[in-house]
């Protein structure tokens, strides 16, 4: 008797151990990958600051930036090697830090006067080919240009970005992929022979659903911001944090375990509640108004506190975004004078302190 209660105990350890294992808080980072010379310094970054810091997840903004073998022809000019994204994969699993890759997809295929190398080796794949990039970029500008997309449509692009997906994903040895997925401006364009006169949300719910199946075949997550799945008019949001040209009604046609990236910076927004109610994940992203990724955090407790056991669990976390360089972090994390005002650090300064 005595044994059976003891094994039946040890069951019901192990079950709770496990649940809490798989429900813990999210408490992330996303950021630019660190550049081959400065590795090193940002493998003791994670070791020294972010672990004890209490962060579990780390996003890294790869992009171009790996030294790709399926595709060498997408790799930018100095990327990182296979054995430099194994230090940070390794230092990452002794602090039991989930890693995750992200590569941009289908939106910011450009940045201001500079073409994206997916579009600069594959020019057919450009959605609005006949639209040029300014030699000085402004914004607003006639053609609508933010970034450029490539062609969701078009019968080679995804077996390009497939295999970029799946060799990052295999090197990084993560369960998770991040693919952007933000402010997309350009889609169903006029200039797109293959797309023109497509109803947006439907070009995007599937490109969504295409990156999801593919991860799935290999029990990997797909994770994307979400400001393309809101309705900017309705929420009164404007055309960065929400979508102006339909894309927001995908919403109820892609999988509901692709896991959302709420990003709101000047104010924290409730969304989370509206992904959730939708059956999704969802993590809240701040950046550099302290009080905002504060704010964040407690309106996070608050729906988690306040909500059913089926909605409890969506509520993800926080995922802290930085939007410089890898070494203008690591320069503010450790006190650099010239950076002692940056609210992004300050922010996740004041975020490890309260998460």
Known sequence: MK???FTLFFILLISVFSFSQSTETIKGLCIA???KSDVG???ELIDKQLAPSGLNVLVLRIDFDYEYKKRPELRSSNPLSEQDVKSLVNVCKAHNIKLIPQV???GHQSWASSLGKLLEVYPEFDETPSIQLPAEYKWPNEDGLYCKSYCPKHPDVHSVVFDLVDEIVEVFESDAFHAGLDEVFYIAHDDCERCKGDDPSLLFADEVTKLRNHLAQTNCELWMWGDRLIDGKVTG???WEGSYNNTHRAIDLIPK??????WHYDVAHATPFMFAAKGFDVIACPWNKPEVAINQVEMMDMLRNNSTSEMKSRYRGIMHTYWGSASSFMAGMNGDE???EDGAIIAFKELSKVW
């Open 41 to 43: 310094k940002f493998v």
């Open 104 to 106: 941009n997809l289908l």
């Open 237 to 239: 949001l404007g055309i």
């Open 257 to 262: 375990d692709v896991v959302i990236n709420d």
């Open 3 to 5: 044994t059976k209660l």
């Open 338 to 340: 010239k950076l002692k």
């Open 33 to 35: 990958s660190p550049s």
